[in-house]
């Protein structure tokens, strides 16, 4: 009990440092106004091969037990469930395989609402599917202690087989180890759907949310910046978006995804405990995917 004290004072002066990092960062990702039309990182180069624009379906694979991503020389540790904890103070060690299978459906729920393709989410290990979107979910902490909880590349037009997505998990326990199970799942999916949202074209709305209710930006998916409370609650894909730009389409070819209609999604508010204060969390460090 005295361990989790001093780690759980530890990840206070860490939330800290990650409420003023998030203030002074720019970029894809943050807490800052987006150009009209979202925000446009920076193009890179990339040796990913194009996709084939006749896929009907697109594979997802949950990674938890870590692995190499090119953001860092050495493997990403896998999410130690031990380090995540229920309100009664019991620790999710046990309840691993039951958390895996619920975030997969979440995730598989939220992704249902895109056209046209459809979207298999398996879990897996991603040097079994080197040319599909794997999630990599880590109990690592971003590379220079930014407040990101989630990265990936921007895709427009869904052109590329492959693609790899980072749940920051020690980035995401600093804001708060103790969760319900079901606030665990929503704010592990909407983190991962978030990114994979990324993969296929979607980019930050923050410039046209006008006429959105508080309600429908708590539940909107593709926000740079969320409250925790808002993660903790169910969210999904709400605002339309032009994914592959015609210009593109006629240049590339790949997918422009749409939005399925469906009724309006019913939010259960999160009642937050005293001790945990809501804060913002910046959602994503993102790059362009070349093409």
């Given at each position: 009990?005295?361990?989790?004290?001093?780690?759980?004072?530890?990840?206070?002066?860490s939330?800290?440092?990650?409420?003023?990092?998030?203030?002074?960062?720019?970029?894809?990702?943050?807490?800052?106004?987006?150009?009209?039309?979202?925000?446009?990182?920076?193009?890179?180069?990339?040796?990913?091969?194009?996709?084939?624009?006749?896929?009907?379906?697109?594979?997802?694979?949950?990674?938890?037990?870590?692995?190499?991503?090119?953001?860092?020389?050495?493997?990403?540790?896998?999410?130690?469930?031990?380090?995540?904890?229920?309100?009664?103070?019991?620790?999710?060690e046990?309840?691993?395989?039951?958390?895996?299978?619920?975030?997969?459906?979440?995730?598989?729920?939220?992704?249902?609402?895109?056209?046209?393709?459809?979207?298999?989410?398996?879990?897996?290990?991603?040097?079994?599917?080197?040319?599909?979107?794997?999630?990599?979910?880590?109990?690592?902490?971003?590379?220079?202690?930014?407040?990101?909880?989630?990265?990936?590349?921007?895709?427009?037009?869904?052109?590329?087989?492959?693609?790899?997505?980072?749940?920051?998990?020690?980035?995401?326990?600093?804001?708060?180890?103790?969760h319900?199970?079901?606030?665990?799942?929503?704010?592990?999916?909407?983190?991962?759907?978030?990114?994979?949202?990324?993969?296929?074209?979607?980019?930050?709305?923050?410039?046209?949310?006008?006429?959105l209710s508080?309600?429908?930006?708590?539940?909107?998916?593709?926000?740079?910046?969320h409250?925790?409370?808002?993660?903790?609650?169910?969210?999904?894909?709400?605002?339309?978006?032009?994914?592959?730009?015609?210009?593109?389409?006629?240049?590339?070819?790949?997918?422009?995804?749409?939005?399925?209609?469906?009724?309006?999604?019913?939010?259960?508010?999160?009642?937050?405990?005293?001790?945990?204060?809501?804060?913002?969390?910046?959602?994503?460090?993102c790059?362009?995917?070349?093409?």
């Amino acid at each position: 009990m005295l361990a989790r004290a001093q780690n759980r004072h530890l990840r206070r002066w860490s939330q800290v440092a990650t409420i003023v990092a998030a203030a002074l960062v720019s970029g894809c990702g943050v807490n800052l106004p987006a150009p009209a039309g979202g925000s446009v990182p920076t193009e890179q180069p990339t040796e990913n091969p194009v996709r084939n624009p006749e896929v009907i379906a697109k594979t997802v694979v949950l990674d938890w037990s870590g692995g190499f991503a090119d953001v860092s020389d050495e493997p990403l540790l896998g999410l130690d469930f031990s380090e995540l904890y229920l309100p009664s103070g019991d620790s999710l060690e046990e309840m691993g395989p039951m958390l895996q299978e619920s975030v997969r459906h979440r995730v598989a729920e939220i992704l249902g609402a895109l056209v046209p393709t459809g979207f298999e989410v398996l879990i897996g290990e991603a040097d079994d599917y080197p040319d599909d979107t794997v999630v990599l979910f880590t109990s690592d902490t971003v590379p220079g202690d930014g407040p990101q909880v989630g990265q990936t590349k921007l895709d427009r037009c869904d052109l590329h087989a492959s693609a790899t997505v980072i749940v920051w998990g020690g980035t995401l326990l600093n804001l708060g180890d103790e969760h319900t199970f079901e606030q665990w799942v929503n704010v592990l999916a909407n983190i991962a759907a978030h990114e994979i949202g990324h993969t296929v074209g979607f980019f930050h709305p923050d410039a046209v949310l006008t006429d959105l209710s508080q309600h429908e930006k708590d539940a909107a998916l593709m926000l740079a910046v969320h409250t925790l409370s808002a993660l903790l609650g169910p969210q999904e894909f709400l605002i339309p978006q032009e994914t592959c730009p015609e210009e593109m389409e006629r240049v590339y070819g790949g997918v422009a995804y749409e939005l399925v209609e469906s009724p309006a999604i019913k939010r259960t508010p999160v009642t937050y405990r005293a001790n945990l204060p809501d804060d913002e969390v910046v959602m994503c460090n993102c790059s362009h995917q070349g093409h």
